[in-house]
Nanobody, 125 residues
Framework: QVQLVESGGGLVRPGGSLRLSCAAS????????MGWFRQAPGKEREFVAA????????YYGDSVKDRFTMSKDNAKDEVYLQMYSLKPEDTAVYYC??????????????????WGPGVQVTVSS
């Protein structure tokens, strides 16, 4: 089993920045990739970013490309989502995902092996 815990959410003004963290614990050696998703009230889940556990390949959703950066600290088994130029439409609950076999993707059929409980990000003036 792998446990995921997100942190770093909060309220930020439009144009501001925020960094989310996701700490993985347990049998992390079995992981192949991790990702971030978000879900706003009344909307479907949206793919944000993903990377392979070795951190060599990083993927982004179209709506966050060039504004968000996903990275990994191998020593700490943590992944991060650095968010810049935040917009009100970035407001959502952000979820960390971990997968044993597949890179998290935007497919509506995708379901991660493990999910974190989520953290709220609110972008508002």
């Amino acid at each position: 089993q792998v446990q995921l815990v997100e942190s770093g959410g909060g309220l930020v003004r439009p144009g501001g920045s925020l960094r989310l963290s996701c700490a993985a614990s347990g049998r992390t050696k079995q992981l192949y990739a991790m990702g971030w998703f978000r879900q706003a009230p009344g909307k479907e889940r949206e793919f944000v970013a993903a990377l392979t556990w070795m951190g060599r390949d990083v993927y982004y959703g179209d709506s966050v490309k060039d504004r968000f950066t996903m990275s990994k600290d191998n020593a700490k088994d943590e992944v991060y989502l650095q968010m810049y130029s935040l917009k009100p439409e970035d407001t959502a609950v952000y979820y960390c995902a971990a997968d044993r076999t597949t890179v998290p993707s935007a497919s509506s059929h995708y379901d991660a092996t493990y999910w974190g409980p989520g953290v709220q990000v609110t972008v508002s003036s």
